[in-house]
């Protein structure tokens, strides 16, 4: 296959397991993100893939050839770190232009390159000033434009944008997506924040304790999980769990229809995302008399934050659908349609 592949790549240190054994596509010109909660194995999974820590067990290829044992600084492999690592005293297009220039590039071609990169990254202009006279932002274009120099097969980046403030994240998410899909190049982006995965990402890989959770296109991720860890760690959802009878889920004293075959007595979680759960007076399936106990205004989103027999549910409106119009202490009812439910074993965590 064209593009990076992993097959049954693990890391131990001394007795610790950090990455499980791991089969992996990354499919040229595509981005992926490696999303995962803190120590979950994501920055080991790609430091192996940059040839800084060599795998315990597996192979790495890249078009076919094997590169398991190739030494980082012969592999094409771009790359930005979280403090992105900049020369501080040099110039941003000295900064730009060292790799070229160490890779036996002429000064005044290096230079040359690395004002058509700065224009890349629309930081044109920009070539004589210090690094300490930008802004964090900027640092990290001119990070992106060094990694960029040595035109990489792949560009890895391990969590890219978590020195910056949260509305500039945003921005520099959007725009390097922009970047990658005109440049083409196969990118890996390392990060534990599920809406820079979802904005960027062709392909999510979910990990957990050093295992891989699910491989998914980002709508796939949010609205299919593949278990009850994926559905929790991404997005939001109500939990509860029940025992699987009489084709749907009995919770308590209440017996919820679902969609989801499961054998009978099995253990089983269910989860529904606020936004499919509804508040509704009519009679009918999975309705639940409930309480609103706090209501929680976020601008573009209402939450009803509701208790019932089951335990707390929180219903989200989008300001502008029909939605109801409750205050603290209103009794209600909460509908769980039984084709947003969730079904998953139980035993998994979440
Ligand atoms: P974070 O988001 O906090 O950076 P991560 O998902 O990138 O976390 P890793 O840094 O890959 O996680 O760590 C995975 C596991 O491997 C952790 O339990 C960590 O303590 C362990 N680990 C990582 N590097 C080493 C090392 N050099 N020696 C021993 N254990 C290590």
Same mark, same amino acid.
């Given at each position: 296959?064209?593009?990076?592949?992993?097959?049954?790549?693990?890391?131990?240190?001394?007795?610790?397991?950090?990455?499980?054994?791991?089969?992996?596509?990354?499919?040229? $010109?595509?981005?992926?993100?490696?999303?995962?909660?803190?120590?979950?194995?994501?920055?080991?999974?790609?430091?192996?893939?940059?040839?800084?820590?060599?795998?315990?067990?597996?192979?790495?290829?890249?078009?076919?050839?094997?590169?398991?044992?190739?030494?980082?600084?012969?592999?094409?492999?771009?790359?930005?770190?979280?403090?992105?690592?900049?020369?501080?005293?040099?110039?941003?297009?000295?900064?730009?232009?060292?790799?070229?220039?160490?890779?036996?590039?002429?000064?005044?071609?290096?230079?040359?390159?690395?004002?058509?990169?700065?224009?890349?990254?629309?930081?044109?202009?920009?070539?004589?000033?210090?690094?300490?006279?930008?802004?964090?932002?900027?640092?990290?274009?001119? +990070?992106?434009?060094?990694?960029?120099?040595?035109?990489?097969?792949?560009?890895?980046?391990?969590?890219?944008?978590?020195?910056?403030? +949260?509305?500039?994240? %945003?921005?520099?998410?959007?725009?390097?997506?922009?970047?990658?899909?005109?440049?083409?190049?196969?990118?890996?982006?390392?990060?534990?924040?599920?809406?820079? +995965?979802?904005?960027?990402?062709?392909?999510?890989?979910?990990?957990?304790? $050093?295992?891989?959770?699910?491989?998914?296109?980002?709508?796939?991720?949010?609205?299919?999980?593949?278990? +009850?860890?994926?559905?929790?760690?991404?997005?939001?959802?109500?939990?509860?769990?029940?025992?699987?009878?009489?084709?749907?889920?009995?919770?308590?004293?209440?017996?919820?229809?679902?969609?989801?075959?499961?054998?009978?007595?099995?253990?089983?979680?269910?989860?529904?995302?606020?936004?499919?759960?509804?508040?509704?007076?009519?009679?009918? %399936?999975?309705?639940?008399?409930?309480?609103?106990?706090?209501?929680?205004?976020?601008?573009?989103?209402?939450?009803?934050?509701?208790?019932?027999?089951?335990?707390?549910?929180?219903?989200?409106?989008?300001?502008?659908?029909?939605?109801?119009?409750?205050?603290?202490?209103?009794?209600?009812?909460?509908?769980?349609?039984?084709?947003?439910?969730?079904?998953?074993?139980?035993? %998994?965590?979440?």
């Amino acid at each position: 296959m064209d593009g990076l592949v992993l097959k049954g790549v693990s890391k131990s240190f001394g007795g610790v397991r950090a990455v499980d054994p791991t089969n992996l596509e990354f499919a040229k $010109g595509e981005l992926t993100a490696l999303l995962g909660p803190s120590g979950c194995g994501k920055t080991t999974l790609l430091r192996m893939i940059a040839g800084l820590e060599d795998p315990t067990r597996g192979n790495i290829l890249l078009d076919g050839a094997d590169i398991t044992a190739l030494p980082a600084h012969k592999r094409k492999f771009g790359m930005v770190f979280q403090s992105f690592a900049l020369f501080p005293h040099y110039s941003v297009r000295e900064n730009v232009a060292y790799s070229l220039t160490i890779g036996g590039m002429s000064k005044s071609d290096a230079y040359a390159k690395a004002e058509t990169l700065l224009d890349t990254v629309q930081l044109g202009g920009f070539g004589d000033r210090r690094i300490g006279e930008l802004s964090g932002g900027q640092r990290q274009r001119v +990070a992106i434009a060094r990694a960029l120099a040595q035109e990489p097969d792949v560009f890895l980046l391990d969590e890219p944008m978590s020195a910056l403030d +949260a509305k500039l994240r %945003e921005e520099m998410q959007v725009e390097l997506r922009l970047l990658q899909q005109r440049l083409g190049i196969t990118t890996i982006v390392v990060t534990h924040d599920q809406r820079e +995965a979802m904005t960027m990402a062709d392909q999510i890989v979910v990990m957990s304790n $050093g295992r891989v959770e699910q491989i998914a296109k980002p709508q796939e991720v949010y609205h299919k999980p593949a278990n +009850a860890f994926v559905a929790d760690f991404i997005g939001k959802a109500n939990f509860f769990d029940g025992v699987f009878a009489d084709g749907g889920v009995q919770i308590g004293t209440l017996q919820l229809q679902t969609q989801a075959p499961f054998r009978s007595g099995s253990a089983v979680k269910v989860a529904i995302r606020p936004e499919r759960a509804e508040i509704d007076d009519r009679p009918g %399936e999975n309705r639940i008399d409930a309480k609103v106990m706090f209501v929680r205004d976020l601008g573009p989103l209402r939450e009803y934050h509701l208790e019932t027999a089951i335990g707390p549910i929180i219903v989200e409106y989008a300001v502008g659908e029909t939605g109801p119009s409750l205050a603290t202490g209103d009794t209600t009812t909460v509908r769980l349609p039984p084709d947003a439910l969730q079904v998953f074993p139980r035993g %998994e965590a979440a």
